[in-house]
């Protein structure tokens, strides 16, 4: 394939299947009721909020993605709703929380099915597409600007810290030395050729842990996870719950200590809901995922 021919695709060739994780365990978790308002704060390919929508004829949602085409495929498969769904295209990091207003806030983190299937996007190193990554295509850093522009020791630090990927030193040497990288299997592939045999054969592609972080980094994913994770509390109305899936251990910490340590919210897992091997079976993006909800309760001050 030519770089240069690689085209975002037209909402009406958007394919946009995405099997929502944890289906019953986010509809419980977030306690739905009848006439509540929901925030979906990452409606994706609309998979959770079409089962909120589903549990009673009156519940509302309000639906924020950052990304245009997953906005634009959720209000066409959400259209029977008619306006019990209104989209907002923003991150959820940068939009304006209405104070005690929403029954439930969820967050499915990360990006979506259709991202990882779309190779236009850039987030996989299965076809060869430009590095891009980026979750909001208005956004102007791509995952090329990253690797073609950072220093050695900033990438270092990013593969370490984001991907906890061991070998930083030795695939950013060899990234720098072969640098500009137009495309993820010139990358993927230079990657492959810095790592020891062993690692080349291993359980995943030597290039999954540099991908994962670049992705985080282009998105700048836990920044904008803290900023949710100060704001969304605020919005829930009294008793209202806040419901996280994250997908790797870096979110999932930082959504533990904060549910934790906040002044206004209960946890209700101590421990995180994980899926049964039979959702792994049907769903293989599930069996990463990690949900944790609180609750919010009034501090004695209030
Ligand atoms: C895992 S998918 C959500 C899937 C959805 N729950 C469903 O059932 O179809 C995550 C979605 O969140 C969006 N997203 C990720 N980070 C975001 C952010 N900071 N602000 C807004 N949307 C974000 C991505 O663009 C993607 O469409």
Redesign the pocket.
Known sequence: MNPDSLKSLSPEELIFS?T?VLPQEVISGLAVRAGGHYLD????????TRLILETAPDVKVTA????ED?LAAAQKELAQFGDRVKFIH????AFNYPPDSYDGILA?????SHHLDTPERGFSFRKEANLDMR?NQKQSLTAADVINHWSEADLVDIFFKYGEERLSRRIVRRIVEKRPFKTTTQLADTIASAVPAKYRHGRIHPATRVFQALRIAV?DELK?LETFLAKAPLALAPNGRLVIISFHSLEDRLVKHSLRDSPILQVVTKKPIIATEEEIIQNSRSRSAKLRIAQKVMSAEC
């Not at 704060?41 to 959770?48: I, L, P, Q, S, W």
């Not at 924020?64 to 990304?67: F, I, K, R, T």
């Not at 499915?108 to 979506?112: E, N, R």
Request: proline share 4%; net charge negative; no cysteine.
């Open positions: 995405h929502p704060a990452t409606v994706g390919g609309g998979g959770h924020l993605d950052q990304d997953a923003t991150n959820f990091a499915d983190l990360g990006v979506s979750m998105n904008v």
